[in-house]
């Protein structure tokens, strides 16, 4: 699963959901993808839910790309413990998701694969999402 090898502090704040995605909003490196259309916290155990979905269905052609990695630590406290005390101990990593950032993107496969592997993907998420298409995709261009 994904996470960092070392952070300055074990434990942050959250920040806030709120407004669109500045950066990271337009595909990079594939042709295509999916993108996210509203505020959300993912952790690292549904991305890599979401990855294995997708490279299952491509079946190892093209190449997958993951636009967002999970950097922040969450904490929860034990059950049956009282309030107060501090804050919890880390309990897993988040990224925080802003509608039109883009997750994944694919290169390689034809429309058909992509659409129905990301689509795939987008179900392990819980978040909703949209397919997006480069803007000068060709059909005839794809090399298998």
């Given at each position: 699963?994904?996470?960092?090898?070392?952070?300055?502090?074990?434990r942050?704040?959250?920040?806030?959901l709120?407004?669109?995605a500045?950066?990271g909003?337009?595909?990079?490196f594939?042709?295509?993808?999916?993108?996210?259309?509203?505020?959300?916290?993912?952790n690292a155990?549904?991305l890599?839910?979401a990855?294995?979905?997708?490279?299952r269905y491509?079946?190892?052609q093209?190449?997958?790309w993951?636009?967002?990695?999970p950097?922040?630590?969450y904490?929860r406290k034990?059950a049956?413990?009282?309030m107060g005390?501090?804050?919890?101990?880390?309990?897993?990593w988040v990224c925080?998701?802003?509608?039109?950032?883009?997750?994944?993107?694919?290169?390689?496969?034809?429309?058909?694969v992509a659409k129905?592997a990301?689509?795939?993907?987008?179900?392990k998420?819980?978040?909703l999402?949209k397919?997006?298409?480069?803007?000068?995709?060709d059909?005839e261009?794809?090399v298998l």
């Amino acid at each position: 699963m994904l996470q960092p090898k070392r952070t300055k502090f074990r434990r942050t704040q959250r920040c806030s959901l709120k407004g669109n995605a500045q950066r990271g909003n337009q595909l990079a490196f594939g042709s295509f993808g999916i993108k996210t259309l509203e505020n959300q916290y993912i952790n690292a155990r549904q991305l890599e839910a979401a990855r294995v979905a997708i490279t299952r269905y491509m079946q190892r052609q093209g190449q997958l790309w993951c636009r967002v990695f999970p950097d922040k630590p969450y904490t929860r406290k034990p059950a049956d413990v009282r309030m107060g005390k501090g804050k919890g101990d880390p309990e897993g990593w988040v990224c925080n998701l802003n509608p039109g950032r883009i997750l994944f993107e694919i290169d390689g496969v034809p429309f058909e694969v992509a659409k129905e592997a990301l689509r795939l993907g987008a179900q392990k998420l819980p978040v909703l999402t949209k397919f997006v298409v480069r803007r000068d995709f060709d059909p005839e261009l794809v090399v298998l």
